[in-house]
């Protein structure tokens, strides 16, 4: 299991986020405080409070090529 926060500020990143995620077959969450929603999920991602970052959880260990595509997309911390 990973875990990362992400950044996701503008509605095309978070399109391109989800678009890139399900292209993996992993179970990914991401968690904004005591939420926790399927970070497949566009709903789900909206209901977050964006104005910073969010943990990105990945149920795999073995992740080294979504990881290295999202620090290319997006802000990595």
Known sequence: M??????LKEVNDITNFVNLLTTYDYEVDLVSGR???NAKSL?????LDLS????LVIYSDEC??????LKEQFEIK
């Open 52 to 55: 910073k970052p969010v943990k």
């Open 2 to 7: 990973k875990n990362i926060s992400i950044s």
């Open 64 to 69: 080294d090529e979504l990881l290295a595509k």
């Open 43 to 47: 709903l789900g991602i909206y209901s």
């Open 35 to 37: 939420y926790i929603v």
